[in-house]
């Protein structure tokens, strides 16, 4: 584990969260989710069910889960369901890496009706802990195809769905300060890469196709949660300052809202002050400067 761990927590707004704070509080009636439906990939456990919590908290009508494993998911729906005020809370078993299954998902939405308002695109690989050589084309790959292709295909299907064609979507993607904090991540080069790429592949989007006003896309790095994830990667509840998973759940749906409109197609911490972010000379930089908090070269603009 790397010795410096200031990058694990980049103060871009004099306040720095580790936990839900008012602005970004699921209850706050600006935040409301009334009248929405919301689908989330990888919500049976970690911060995709923290996030799914949060909408149901922010009342949305429905809210769509999804995971691999069926009983997983199938318990994850009722927990939620129970502890919801009219949400109606649903949990398919869906590998969204699979293209079949992708395709089949958004065949019994279109089918059923159902159309999606805020897509949370959050579960991803994390590949391996292990040098690029000594994984070979292969593994790096599938992490490419999991964190890239099908990210994409689950965001063209949300932006191409014909059901309400012209009411405004929201899309947020769960991204990881391993995009940018790359020796951090060294000992997982696939991870930083293919989240790098698959974070850029909205941002262009965002950038030079579409408006916010068809379809709002917030890029977000969650903060360091104590997750299956986490320990996977060899993490110990002593090795970080860990934030509490009530952060980016509040984040994300602040980010499916009008108020995160200034932010679309950049990437941010869930931990910057979302007030701080808007005001000042940061709210000055976000108006005047295309390239602020987007992906690029170092030393250069644009
Ligand atoms: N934890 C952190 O500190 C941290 C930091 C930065 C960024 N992030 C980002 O946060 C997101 C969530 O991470 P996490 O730590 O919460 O992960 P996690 O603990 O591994 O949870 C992953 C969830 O995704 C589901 N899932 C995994 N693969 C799937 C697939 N192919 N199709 C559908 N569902 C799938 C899992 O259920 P099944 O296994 O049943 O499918 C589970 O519900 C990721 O995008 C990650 O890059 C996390």
Redesign the pocket.
Known sequence: MPSDLSSFNQKLTPTYHTTVYPAINPTRPELSQAGKTVLI?????????HIAKSFVEAKADKVII????AD??KAAAETLSAESQGTKVIGLS????SPTAVAELWGRLAGEGTRIDVLVL???N?GVVKPLLEQGTNAVWESYD?NVRAQFDMTERFYKQELGAGRKKYLVH?????VHTFENTAPMPTYSMT?HAGALTLQLLASYEIPAKDMQVIIY??????????E?AGFTTETLPWEDVSLPGGFAVWAATPEAEHIHGRFVWAAWDVDELKSGDLGKRLKEDPYFLKFGVNGLTG
Request: glycine residues 18%; proline residues 2%.
């Open positions: 990939t990888g919500a049976s456990a970690g911060i995709g069910y999804l995971g691999r494993r997983k998911i869906c590998d969204v890496g959050n579960a991803a994390t999991f769960v991204s990881t300060g391993a989240k790095h969650p903060g360091a949660i104590f997750t299956e994830a986490a996977r």
